[in-house]
Nanobody
C-alpha cells in the first residue's frame, strides 16, 4: 500500500485560504486515484474531493464546489487541496486517501489513509 502524510492545516479566519498537501510514498503514486475527506467532531467522515490517476478528472462535494480545488503532481508524488473562501463549517480533520479506482466517493473504497491534518476556521 501507499503511505500518505498530510500537511498544511492550521487556524484561519472565515474567508481565508489554506493549501493542504499530501505526500505519498511506498508505491507508484500514479497508479492511484486520490481523494480528500474530512471529519468534524461528532460527525461521520465525509467526501470532499477526488482526482483521477492522471489528474484529468476531478469531482467535488456540493458543499465545497467552487471554493476548493484538488490537484496532483505525479512527479512529486503529491496531491493538493486548495481551499478558498473558508467557512466555519469547513472546520474538521482533513484526510487524504488513495484508491485503485476513480469514480467512487465512499471512504470504504479507499484503501490507504493519512493521519489527518486539523483545519480550524474561526468566525
Amino acid at each position: 500500500q501507499v503511505q500518505l502524510v498530510e500537511s498544511g492545516g492550521g487556524l484561519v479566519q472565515a474567508g481565508g485560504s489554506l493549501r493542504l498537501s499530501c505526500a505519498a510514498s511506498g508505491r507508484t503514486f500514479s497508479n492511484y486515484a486520490m481523494g480528500w475527506f474530512r471529519q468534524a467532531p461528532g460527525k461521520e467522515r465525509e467526501f470532499v474531493a477526488a482526482i483521477s490517476k492522471t489528474g484529468g478528472s476531478t469531482y467535488y462535494a456540493d458543499s465545497v464546489k467552487g471554493r476548493f480545488t484538488i490537484s496532483r503532481d505525479n512527479a512529486k508524488n503529491t496531491v493538493y487541496l486548495q481551499m478558498n473562501s473558508l467557512k466555519p463549517e469547513d472546520t474538521a480533520v482533513y484526510y487524504c486517501a488513495a484508491s485503485l479506482t476513480y469514480g467512487t466517493w465512499y471512504p470504504a473504497d479507499f484503501r490507504s489513509w493519512g493521519q489527518g491534518t486539523q483545519v480550524t476556521v474561526s468566525s
